[in-house]
């Protein structure tokens, strides 16, 4: 276009902007089942009294009727209730066959209002009296509206469906690289910082055994004992970083967080555990030990309680754990806070394990976290990620 005046394109452009504005509407394809040529002309000419251009076509059977729906595509379907043979129920189920589905309206005679109701349950668009045929125009007009819309909504929800597969594969994504994360910072921890830490600690034990000065021992004492108490944060951050206890089991794992728990804040807390499958998947396990992790974090920020209780089952193939406190609870709109990142994460590792996570909480009465992961589903829904 180099060469063109700017003011010409300009002006095409207008001049093709307004023809399409102004061309007229394409021609609407009905189809009608009826086997009256006077109802059919009665419905022609009402359509044609309203100028709506439209191309109908008419039919008998129910066999031409497939057949026409299988060979072109139509606008709306209008159909007689009686016909010769059948009924424009089993129409109307021949064209929830085909792979659009397309406004259907009863033109018919009078048909009880039973049969009115059953035909509008059963997904029908509307119905309109024979008598009243000049407002054929106006319902067709309605019923074409009505499927705009419910064609731009299932467009929406699918559009929302597949933002939500993102969403959620992109948080897998991100909880499995963090978990990577965790588990190479672990490892630095434990290999240089703990190596380092401990051969500290020898060269301490040396000077202590062979200095004679009680002041310089008095020194050395002092920073053994931080030396050790830099090595047992170092085995903590590391054991929260990369679970290890895991290896030894889901049981043994939990059993030592709340344990820990307990030493840490005085809080009386227990575990009760009745697991009969031998070896849960481990990313059941690391879901469960997280779950108890991050609500254990939360009851101590949050819960100002003096009892926490541990429930663990796989009762009927399904993993239960259940972390309740008798504390002051928590508001239902706290639940929904855009802050609320905790909980929020703990629900999305449980859909990643192909379970739920159910809160339950009142005000004085104390919290119940409760983790549920059907076992069978998470071992088919693995299984397919691996075959995709």
């Not at 434990?190 to 062979?210: E, T």
């Not at 108890?292 to 100002?304: G, W």
Request: glycine share 4%; net charge neutral.
């Amino acid at each position: 276009m180099q060469g063109i005046p700017r003011w010409i394109i300009q002006d095409n452009a207008t001049w093709f902007i307004m023809q399409k504005e102004h061309s007229p509407p394409s021609p609407l394809r009905i189809l009608h089942l009826e086997d009256s040529l006077l109802d059919h002309e009665l419905a022609r000419r009402a359509l044609d009294n309203a100028r709506q251009p439209c191309i109908i076509e008419r039919v008998e059977t129910l066999e031409d009727f497939q057949r026409q729906l299988q060979n072109s595509r139509f606008d709306v379907i209008l159909a007689d209730y009686r016909l010769a043979g059948f009924t424009a129920f089993e129409a109307w189920q021949v064209a929830l066959q085909q792979s659009r589905r397309t406004p259907f309206i009863l033109l018919s005679g009078a048909i009880g209002e039973a049969a009115v109701v059953t035909a509008i349950r059963m997904g029908i668009s509307d119905y309109l009296a024979k008598e009243d045929v000049r407002s054929l125009p106006q319902v067709i007009r309605r019923v074409l509206e009505m499927d705009a819309i419910r064609r731009a909504k299932e467009v929406a929800e699918l559009q929302i469906a597949a933002s939500q597969k993102q969403l959620a594969d992109f948080a897998e994504h991100l909880q499995n690289t963090i978990e990577q994360e965790r588990a190479a910072i672990a490892r630095e921890i434990h290999d240089s910082i703990g190596g380092a830490l401990a051969a500290v600690r020898f060269d301490l034990s040396w000077l202590n055994r062979h200095c004679t000065v009680a002041q310089e021992q008095s020194h050395i004492a002092d920073a053994t004992a931080m030396l050790q108490q830099a090595l047992e944060a170092s085995q903590r951050i590391t054991h929260h970083l990369r679970p290890a206890v895991l290896e030894q089991g889901l049981v043994a794992a939990v059993q030592w967080l709340v344990s820990s728990f307990a030493a840490r804040t005085g809080i009386d807390a227990s575990v009760r555990a009745e697991i009969q499958t031998p070896k849960l998947p481990k990313a059941i396990e690391l879901v469960a030990y997280r779950t108890v992790q991050e609500a254990l974090t939360n009851i101590v920020k949050h819960a100002q309680c003096h009892q926490v209780r541990v429930e663990l089952s796989d009762a009927k193939k399904v993993l239960t754990l259940e972390i309740s406190d008798n504390g002051k609870g928590i508001v239902v709109a706290d639940l929904g806070k855009a802050k609320a990142f905790g909980l929020r994460g703990l629900r999305e590792r449980a859909e990643q394990a192909g379970g739920w996570l159910d809160v339950s909480s009142q005000p004085g009465a104390g919290t119940s976290i409760i983790l549920s992961v059907p076992l069978e589903s998470h071992a088919a829904a693995t299984k397919q990620k691996e075959a995709a």
